[in-house]
């Protein structure tokens, strides 16, 4: 027995033998020299292993490559790859929010592959803001008379409040000391601003007289925030927007308006239900901050629109500069603004107006076409059905307002963990399908899918065990 083993171990070929071989050489020629010798190592101390314990026969050297090939195959895999968002949440920040307009895209490229006039004036030679190439445009879409842009909507927020309330206070009412996800907390925020927040009124009610009596020559700015992802309903009481602002002029104190989400159009022009403009909260506000990718539809990015003298400190804050953007989110904003000028075609450009204004009868339809090739699929393990379901718009916006939509409900027929198992599953898949769980059914809904083929090939290449599937439940 052990000199078989000895002998079978002898058998196995040198890394060096093995990287003359022709497979071997098509792998360096890919993946360059020294990762193909780690595979092959790696192959061959796996296999010695086997043979230890008893494995039949070695492999050839062929064989040893195509392993090889298929450990390097998959540790070459880009972490980020396109996976179908069925979980019914449009813009859903862990799967990267917006997807972006074609446009956008193409002059993203543009400036990833190209020198561009990032900071530089080709009328005067001379050095330009990179702000100027979406000034313009932010203005005219808002009404504002001056514009700004940094990293993501949380830069923006703190930003505005370092550069107007550092070393001073920050008015906010306790209804709106919000937390989105990812540790963005209000009153943290602030402390990083250097702000000193004064919390007033009381979660479910705020009155004028509450702004009225914390305002002090101590004040830096008073402070509004969007409820964007929860709704406080029953007895309560806000200051309408016209009459803070009043409030604030009177006391001469700059109010800062975070928008979260805001739109730049209205979406009730889209079926969809109201969400304040940026236009509209411009008109109540010196400043107003909101996302570039929720509702606009855009690349991760802050704007900050609003008085052109706030602004102008704004950009002259140290702190700007650390939370500019790149040439390539830039040129991405750009082009999506630029879209906006034409609003009837705004929704058949724009991704993420499209998903949200897509008809549920179109969704029906396509949940019918993929019934049976999806039972196909996944074999009598499974019961799949087409359903009516709920999107939501998700980021934060519109929380409690759902859009109705369709897809497929599928359930496990003999054991209920076996829908977990379906879902890890499809998410192994090439292109990984990540649907959501409800009521112990696995549920993709198919408002964001629009490659059909990809999803079936993806699909396809999933394999059910039956056997493993109806085994019965071994917990009790
Ligand atoms: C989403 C949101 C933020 C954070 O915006 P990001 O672009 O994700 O950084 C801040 N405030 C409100 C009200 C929001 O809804």
Redesign the pocket.
Known sequence: MGNARNSKLRCLPSVDKLLKTEAASSLTERYGREATTDALRAVLTETRAELHVGAATPPTPEHIAQMAGALLARKSRSTIFPVFNLTGTVLHTNLGRAILADAAVEAAVEAMRNAVALEFDLDTGRRAERDDHIKGLLCALTGAEDATVVN????A?LLALNTLASGRQAIVSRGEL?E?GGA?RMPDIMARAGAQLIEIGTTNRTHPSDYRSAITAQTGVILK??T??YVISGFTAQVRPAELAAIAADANVPLLN????GTLVDLTGYGLQAEPTVREAVTHADLVTF?G??LLGGP?A?FIVGRQELIEKINRNPMKRALRIDKIRLAAIEATLRLYSDPDRLCQRLPTLKFLTRPQKDIADQAERLLPPVADQLGPAFSVEQCVCQSQIG??ALPLHTLASAGLRIRALERASAIERLSAKLRGADRPIIGRIEDGALVLDLRCLTDEPEFLSSLSGVTMDPLIETAPDHRQ
């Open positions: 993501n909507n949380a830069a927020v919000i989105i963005f925030v969007h964007s992802n975070d928008l979260g989400s996302s990718d929720k991760q802050g980021s934060g």
